[in-house]
């Protein structure tokens, strides 16, 4: 770390990445938690049970470890999904502990026997965004670029558990069969009209845009994974194959939902929607613009033709795909078109259709924001969107900040707000698109300026905005502080900087948990290319 912040010119930033940082390592914690013996209570009062117990699935589960937390202030339990993120932070400063740490969830003590990663404490069959993946290979670049050298039996042993994972979401989460995704709030709480476990009486189901898209991005994270491995050990190849593949049936799967019924994509808006599949067959698509539409942006991989090369049996394989599976040729954005530098690109949405959500994601009147990207578009708050089912009436409306729903609690929001792990996700995919068009793929940003920019440009400036959230402005005044005068001036605390759970999507104010620099620690990440060494 001592290396990192060597000849930094900028103060203020370089004070922002160091107490992100050091927030993280504050965040870690002994947690032990034996279900079994919970479950069982204390010997000399013994319980009587009836009806639902609380993690009752789960009493293989013996947690005895060292473990960062979410905030462990007012989140004292390891949360899987935050923890991927803390995970690619982390392994800046001490990538042994960020992969000692994905093992962790994945050992058997932890794992479900049927493959499922426990949640969190407060319900472990919870199912969140499947990003361990994504994580372990970004941990495993950066620390192979830390090293100089890869450490190849980390990458194999979570690769090798993660299977078991990918197998419990295609059993487990796809209703019908088809590679459709449910999972129900999927960590986005009460982003949709309606709880998304909820129940329907009358067969209905929910075929969710995020759970399809994060389902997507793993297929294509573990053949990424499966292509690395396999440059040491061909045997490897084969399951590089399998992940292309099942990419290709998610991917298909989205643009139609069975025969003459309309996929998840609706060309008229532009715009990825959840689908309500009727008991009667019919579908009902629910036109609410929100992060769930944006997600399908992670479900983007460039695979460097060089690669390829080293990859004989891979190639092949991939090759007789797609002279021979017409149907899904049409789905691999620029494949056989290769782009700058001899690359290809595997992507959810093709370039048309990415041009048309980006319309949306850079529109300031939509998504947005001087701080980042707001997880709602901002057109509901003069015109809130309206769903019916089964006679009863779901509202909902823009909220930038607190929520005005009990769904879930009414303690996190995800109507508006801007929120860091998204955030983090779509600069990550901005670049990883320039990385393949370069300068060939430009948009107007922001909308209606006039302005043209690629990608990278793009990326840039989101992330900018996002570090703004913490860096003083012309005034010295820190926009997570909400306008509050001794916060901003008071020499002491103008310069105590507060990562909260997420953040006003007009003003940038801090909301929720004020300590849960876990995966608002990726600030720290952003604010790097930025520094001066």
């Given at each position: 770390?001592?290396?990192?912040q060597?000849?930094i010119?900028?103060?203020?930033?370089?004070?922002?990445?160091?107490?992100?940082?050091?927030?993280?390592?504050?965040?870690?914690?002994?947690y032990?938690?034996?279900?079994?013996?919970w479950?069982?209570?204390?010997?000399?009062?013994?319980?009587?049970?009836?009806?639902?117990?609380?993690?009752?699935?789960?009493?293989?589960?013996?947690?005895?470890?060292?473990?960062?937390?979410?905030?462990k202030?007012?989140?004292?339990?390891?949360?899987?999904?935050?923890?991927?993120?803390?995970?690619?932070?982390?392994?800046?400063?001490?990538?042994?502990?960020a992969?000692?740490?994905?093992?962790?969830?994945?050992?058997?003590?932890?794992?479900?026997?049927?493959?499922?990663?426990?949640?969190?404490?407060w319900?472990?069959d919870?199912?969140?965004?499947?990003?361990?993946?994504?994580?372990t290979?970004?941990?495993?670049?950066?620390?192979?670029?830390?090293?100089?050298?890869?450490?190849?039996?980390?990458?194999?042993?979570?690769?090798?558990?993660?299977?078991?994972?990918?197998?419990?979401?295609?059993?487990?989460?796809?209703?019908?069969?088809?590679?459709?995704?449910?999972?129900?709030?999927?960590?986005?709480?009460?982003?949709?009209?309606?709880?998304?476990?909820?129940?329907?009486?009358?067969?209905?189901?929910?075929?969710?845009?995020?759970?399809?898209?994060?389902?997507?991005?793993?297929?294509l994270?573990?053949?990424?994974?499966?292509?690395?491995?396999?440059?040491?050990?061909?045997?490897?190849?084969?399951m590089?194959?399998?992940?292309f593949?099942?990419?290709?049936?998610?991917?298909?799967?989205?643009?139609?939902?069975?025969?003459?019924?309309?996929?998840?994509?609706?060309?008229?808006?532009?715009?990825?929607?959840?689908?309500?599949?009727?008991?009667?067959?019919?579908?009902?698509?629910?036109?609410?613009?929100?992060?769930?539409?944006?997600?399908?942006?992670?479900?983007?991989?460039?695979?460097?033709?060089?690669?390829?090369?080293?990859?004989?049996?891979?190639?092949?394989?991939?090759?007789?795909?797609?002279?021979?599976?017409?149907?899904?040729?049409?789905?691999?954005?620029?494949?056989?078109v290769e782009?700058?530098?001899?690359?290809h690109?595997?992507?959810?949405?093709?370039?048309?259709?990415?041009?048309?959500?980006?319309?949306?994601?850079?529109?300031?009147?939509?998504?947005?924001?001087?701080?980042?990207?707001?997880?709602?578009?901002?057109?509901?708050?003069?015109?809130p969107?309206?769903?019916?089912?089964?006679?009863?009436?779901?509202?909902?409306?823009?909220?930038?900040?607190?929520?005005?729903?009990r769904?879930f609690?009414?303690?996190?929001?995800?109507?508006?707000?801007?929120?860091?792990p998204?955030?983090?996700?779509?600069?990550?995919?901005?670049?990883?698109?320039?990385?393949?068009?370069?300068?060939?793929?430009?948009?107007?940003?922001?909308?209606?300026?006039?302005?043209?920019?690629?990608?990278e440009?793009?990326?840039?400036d989101?992330?900018?905005?996002?570090?703004?959230?913490?860096?003083?402005?012309?005034?010295?005044?820190?926009?997570?502080?909400?306008?509050?005068?001794?916060?901003n001036?008071?020499?002491?605390?103008?310069?105590?900087?507060?990562?909260?759970?997420?953040?006003?999507?007009?003003?940038?104010?801090?909301?929720?948990?004020?300590?849960?620099?876990?995966?608002?620690?990726?600030?720290?990440?952003?604010?790097?290319?930025?520094?001066?060494?």
């Amino acid at each position: 770390y001592a290396n990192i912040q060597k000849d930094i010119e900028n103060e203020d930033e370089k004070n922002v990445q160091r107490q992100a940082f050091a927030g993280l390592l504050w965040n870690k914690q002994f947690y032990h938690y034996n279900i079994g013996k919970w479950l069982k209570g204390d010997p000399n009062f013994p319980i009587q049970r009836k009806g639902f117990v609380r993690n009752s699935n789960w009493e293989h589960l013996h947690n005895k470890d060292i473990i960062s937390m979410p905030d462990k202030w007012e989140y004292p339990w390891y949360a899987t999904w935050d923890l991927a993120f803390h995970c690619v932070s982390f392994s800046v400063i001490d990538s042994e502990f960020a992969k000692n740490q994905l093992i962790t969830l994945t050992k058997e003590w932890y794992m479900h026997p049927n493959g499922q990663v426990p949640a969190y404490e407060w319900n472990f069959d919870d199912v969140n965004p499947p990003v361990h993946a994504w994580a372990t290979f970004r941990v495993f670049k950066i620390d192979e670029k830390n090293n100089g050298k890869p450490d190849l039996a980390f990458l194999e042993r979570v690769f090798q558990k993660l299977l078991l994972n990918f197998t419990w979401w295609v059993n487990r989460k796809d209703y019908n069969g088809n590679n459709l995704f449910g999972g129900g709030f999927l960590g986005l709480d009460n982003i949709g009209a309606f709880d998304r476990n909820m129940e329907f009486n009358e067969g209905e189901h929910l075929e969710q845009a995020d759970g399809t898209s994060w389902m997507a991005m793993y297929a294509l994270n573990m053949m990424r994974i499966a292509m690395e491995l396999a440059t040491y050990n061909p045997v490897y190849e084969d399951m590089a194959i399998k992940f292309f593949e099942h990419y290709l049936y998610i991917a298909e799967a989205m643009e139609n939902i069975g025969e003459g019924k309309q996929g998840l994509w609706n060309d008229e808006d532009g715009f990825f929607y959840d689908l309500l599949q009727l008991s009667n067959g019919d579908s009902v698509s629910l036109k609410l613009r929100s992060i769930v539409g944006l997600i399908p942006m992670f479900a983007v991989e460039v695979v460097e033709h060089s690669l390829l090369e080293k990859l004989p049996e891979f190639k092949k394989r991939m090759e007789w795909v797609l002279k021979n599976k017409q149907d899904l040729t049409k789905l691999v954005s620029q494949w056989y078109v290769e782009g700058e530098g001899n690359k290809h690109l595997l992507s959810i949405l093709r370039k048309t259709r990415l041009t048309k959500v980006l319309t949306r994601l850079v529109d300031e009147s939509e998504f947005l924001s001087d701080y980042g990207i707001r997880a709602m578009s901002k057109v509901y708050e003069e015109n809130p969107f309206r769903f019916t089912v089964h006679g009863q009436e779901h509202v909902v409306y823009y909220t930038p900040a607190e929520s005005d729903s009990r769904m879930f609690g009414g303690n996190s929001n995800w109507r508006g707000p801007i929120w860091f792990p998204i955030n983090f996700l779509i600069v990550e995919s901005l670049q990883r698109f320039h990385f393949f068009f370069g300068d060939a793929l430009t948009i107007e940003y922001p909308k209606g300026s006039g302005v043209q920019k690629n990608l990278e440009e793009v990326s840039k400036d989101i992330s900018d905005r996002l570090c703004n959230i913490f860096l003083k402005d012309e005034n010295g005044n820190r926009a997570f502080n909400g306008g509050v005068e001794k916060f901003n001036q008071d020499p002491h605390f103008k310069d105590y900087i507060m990562f909260f759970e997420y953040f006003h999507g007009d003003n940038g104010r801090g909301v929720g948990a004020s300590h849960q620099t876990g995966w608002t620690s990726t600030v720290a990440k952003l604010i790097q290319p930025r520094l001066k060494h």
